[in-house]
């Protein structure tokens, strides 16, 4: 019998380039608090993205609340519901109120059409999300930043490596956040960093992450711990190296399943572009019940039945976390409730078989 195909599987590089790095820490005794490994990690980093500013910290969420707080807003901050529960717990956490926008349904990233009706005099800051990697419009919420004088920090969690129209995504906006944990396209066991072209967010998010440590005896503010350690930077390094061959073998997966579901209906897929270089880390499909003649939860319990387990990403929406529910968040949504009620994301990883996601299509087409 086949082995059970996930939503995703990290990708590990051949043992022994890790155990090369693992005998430097070995040699060196430096665990961690940004090491020389940490140091090298950074730098191919900044070069990869082509950022003034980078900083790999121990994972994605805490990268992202420490440089909200670089920031020191205050009051509403604009995102979107059609996410992982990161991006929202992470203004909550920062004692920022949430307002939910809605989202666009050809790529399911935030609508800037209804940014500007949701801003407030207390709204200090947008927090859009680049989910699945497709980028945000970023040219028209830039421009609506400007006008209102907004800051503009993503959630760029899905969206590592990625280029539109030849030029970084990591350019944009006043920072973003990648995420390196396990399921990504790109792993550093956990993992994650905060870019930025502004020295001052960098130089606060640094000594956040660190305990609020400025000096040997200073502490100038209340920071946390969010390092990275060498082990995970090693395996950055390591990773980082068979960045592109993973990308290419995703989008050999990515190419097929377009092919096959482009046409079935009742099964929508998002709009990709022509001028984004796509990390294809997920690909999610929306199944209308009525056309499809099947709803999202059967199509995935029959997968599953299959021991396929495809994800219902992102199934519930933010506004509707338990966790919220007596906080009054506002944000009229109806898209986003819409998408995340059809939402299934299939797997797809280098080593997926195309055996595998032929039969997955061929139970998507109901040929079995
Ligand atoms: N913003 C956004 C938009 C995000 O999506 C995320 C994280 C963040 C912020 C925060 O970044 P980090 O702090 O995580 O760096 C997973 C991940 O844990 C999470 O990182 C990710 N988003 C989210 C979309 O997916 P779960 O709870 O669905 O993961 P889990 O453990 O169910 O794993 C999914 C599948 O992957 C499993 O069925 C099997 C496979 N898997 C998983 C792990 C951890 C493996 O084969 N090996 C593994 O080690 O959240």
Redesign the pocket.
Known sequence: MREDI?????YLPPMEEYIEYLNQIWDSRNLTNMGKLWQEFNRNLLKLMDVEYCMPMC???QA?EMVLQAFELSGEVITTPF??A??THAIVRNNLTPVFCDIRESDCTIDPDKIEDLITEKTTAIVP?H?YGMPCDVERIEEIAKKHNLKVIY?A??AFSETINGRSIAQFGDASMF??????CFNSI???CIVTKDRDIMFKTYNLHNFGILGKESVDYVGANAKMNEFQAAMGLCNLKHLEENRIDREKIFQYYFERLSHVRGIKLLQYREDVNYNYSYFPIFINAEEYGKDRNAVCELLAKRHI?A?K?FYPIASKFNAYKDAGFRGDVKTAERMSEQVLTLPIYPDLKLDVVKEICDILEMKE
């Not at 996930?6 to 990290?10: A, G, I, L, M, W």
């Not at 995420?179 to 990504?184: D, G, I, L, N, Y």
């Open positions: 996930y939503v995703t599987r990290p994972n994605g969420h992202l996410t992982f990161s991006t999300v989910v959630d969690a899905h995420s390196f944990h396990a399921t990504k956990e993992g994650g387990y994800r990403y």
